[in-house]
């Protein structure tokens, strides 16, 4: 019967497909280094972290096996991966520095078990061929043109005129500290070389690689295995069923850009609800609930519990704005054992808190002085209390309803709004209203593409957010991860 | 007979099309390496190389051993009727490190940017100060 050749065909074929998952997958490291660079730098050094290796070259390579064997318990192929790794002289200054650069270094369309006309990156698509695609293939004169991912760091990383004295950390433990934790940094690399990066779609036009992957087209183009689970909730499409100009305006979309693929979505439930600023007031219209982004300097806000009573500060006789100066005896007196709101403007946000700190505050609220949130950065050792960016409409809601609870004391003592911390239990943190994790979409979009990340905004971090965080494990499933998920979703 | 030495650097300064203008020619360094000469754009005359054309020189020798790799992608087929490409550097995820004032390092992850000139930018992630 014709319908039971059909079932017994996909019988076969979903057996086939298991057969070939069904082995873990197996990491080759390829040196490119000479002798004596590198891999190869005898230089002596003592054991770290972990790490037996008694010699530089030895240490680097001893992390790379850690790492690859991270990967390693995690995926499953038939293929060998083949990594090629070197360590180059890459850009530095005293205070900054290329740690290094890694991605998939081949890429192919309509191969067995391909969703048709879809770009893949090599080491997914070998594992769902059940064959190295490359094999056979004339290497390109470099030695290593059929690789599946290619990765180059820093060799002169910590070393004077190269982010001085914060070099690598090649401990096992996490354990950086001051130095630049490698495992993380390469863990986060190879997950955008095995897959985790939408790689052929040029998101500052849109367009995506031509069919022989020789330039970007605005149309006509190979969609990236990537697409399909892009889904923006402002133009209610995925990226494949954009036209160029709305995947370029999706890339800058923030906050709307979601991954919708079934075992993201199935692990998301990790991710935590939305930190608030909840304030409660005697009088109407002063208990609110506030979104807020953490300074980037001083303590972190609690998650939870009351910070103090809300207060406001007065223009000051000669002062250049809004908390930019010693804060004066009526000022003072207003903030001390509070929580203060300064606008923002003329000087640098730590100046604001430090004086409001000066004066005895316990927390300070920065509201914007233009529409929009802002995160407050800046920089000062010393600053000791919470302080967080809120909008200017909150700011002026806050800053009135100090005012309007005045009259709701009594015995001499002023009615006062107080401010707690909170969650708001129908938002995630990192995530869309339908809980599927938010791709990061900043705007503007300065460097290009920047969607093959989590958004920033995900609570915990996540591996495979932009920033390299100091909190990360070198877990890649839930619950305290979406990086492996992710890459089920396309295929791995 | 020439130095082969010299002639060596002479095709390194030749092939990485050293243009030198006379307006903004610096003062020859006085311990110029006399094995180094580059070719006057006003003169057309062979001199010494001054000591920013023997940095310059020395930048572009490093970084072509640190990167060998085509600029171009290459297509493959494989028998089975795939197409694949070998892709290039342009295509890697980038990792930076910067050290903040008070002495933090932040790592950030650029991403890969395909043919796009402003590939060594950062994410707009760094917050505003003031």
Not at chain 1, 285 to 291: C, L
């Amino acid at each position: 019967m014709r319908h039971l050749t059909i079932s017994r065909s996909l019988i076969a074929a979903a057996c086939t497909l298991a057969c070939l998952a069904s082995q873990a997958a197996t990491i080759n490291i390829t040196s490119r280094d000479p002798a004596g660079v590198g891999f190869n730098d005898p230089t002596p050094v003592t054991p770290v972290g972990g790490n037996p290796g008694t010699t530089l070259g030895q240490q680097r390579l001893n992390v790379y096996r850690y790492v690859a064997d991270i990967w390693e318990r995690n995926l499953q192929s038939n293929v060998t991966i083949n990594v090629s790794a070197g360590w180059e002289a890459l850009t530095c200054s005293t205070t900054s520095a290329t740690l290094g650069s890694a991605g998939a270094w081949n890429i192919w369309r309509d191969f067995p078990n391909a969703k048709p006309g879809t770009w893949y990156p090599q080491a997914l698509a070998n594992k769902l061929a059940g064959t190295n695609l490359s094999a056979g293939q004339p290497d390109d004169g470099t030695g290593y043109g059929n690789v599946d991912i290619k990765t180059q760091f820093n060799v002169n990383l910590g070393n004077p005129g190269c982010l001085d004295g914060s070099p690598f950390y090649l401990g096992l433990d996490g354990n950086a500290g001051g130095k630049v934790n490698f495992v993380e940094t390469l863990l986060h690399e190879l997950g955008h070389g095995l897959g985790f990066a939408v790689l052929t779609v040029q998101t500052s036009t849109g367009n995506r690689l031509n069919a022989a992957g020789s330039g970007y087209v605005a149309t006509g183009g190979v969609p990236s295995i990537w697409e399909q689970y892009m889904y923006d909730n402002t133009a209610k499409l995925t990226w494949l069923n954009m036209t160029a100009a709305q995947r370029r305006a999706s890339a800058i979309n923030p906050l709307q850009l979601a991954w919708i693929g079934p075992n993201v979505k199935a692990g998301a439930g990790f991710l935590r609800a939305v930190p608030l600023i909840k304030t409660s007031s005697p009088a109407a219209g002063g208990t609110r609930n506030i979104d807020y982004s953490q300074s980037a300097f001083g303590p972190a806000l609690p998650a939870s519990g009351t910070l103090g009573p809300l207060a406001t500060i007065t223009t000051q006789a000669g002062e250049t704005g809004p908390g930019c100066e010693a804060f004066n005896a009526d000022n003072t007196a207003a903030v001390r054992g509070k929580v203060v709101v300064i606008s923002r403007g003329v000087c640098g946000f730590a100046v604001k808190v430090k004086n409001a700190q000066n004066a005895g505050a316990v927390g300070v609220l920065l509201a914007n002085n233009v529409a929009g949130p802002i995160v407050p950065g800046g920089t000062d050792p010393t600053v000791t209390i919470p302080s967080a960016g809120i909008t200017q409409a909150d700011g002026d809601a806050l800053k009135a309803a100090v005012a309007a609870a005045l009259p709701y004391g009594g015995r001499g003592k002023p009615g006062l709004v107080t401010v707690s911390l909170g969650t708001d239990p129908t938002r995630i943190a990192g995530a869309d209203a339908s809980g599927n994790p938010l791709l990061y979409t900043p705007n503007p979009l300065v460097s290009g593409s920047s969607v093959s990340h989590w958004d920033v905004t995900a609570t915990p971090n996540l591996l495979m957010e932009p920033n390299i965080n100091a909190d990360l494990t070198t877990t890649l499933v839930p619950p305290l991860d979406l990086t492996l998920p992710l890459l089920k979703d396309l295929g791995w | 007979m020439s130095n082969p030495n010299s002639i060596q650097r002479l095709l390194a300064a030749a092939a990485a099309g050293l243009a030198l203008c006379a307006c903004a020619l610096p003062a020859l360094a006085q311990q110029a390496d006399a094995q180094t000469v580059a070719r006057d754009a006003v003169t057309g005359q062979l001199r010494p190389a001054t000591a920013e054309e023997q940095a310059a020189l020395a930048a572009l020798k490093a970084a072509k051993q640190a990167r060998v790799t085509p600029k171009p992608t290459l297509q493959k087929f494989h028998g089975s009727g795939a197409t694949g490409v070998r892709l290039n550097d342009e295509f890697l995820s980038t990792s930076t490190a910067v050290r903040t004032p008070d002495g933090k390092i932040e790592m950030v992850c650029n991403e890969a940017h395909g043919s796009e000139p402003a590939a060594s930018h950062v994410h707009s992630t760094a917050p505003v100060t003031e």
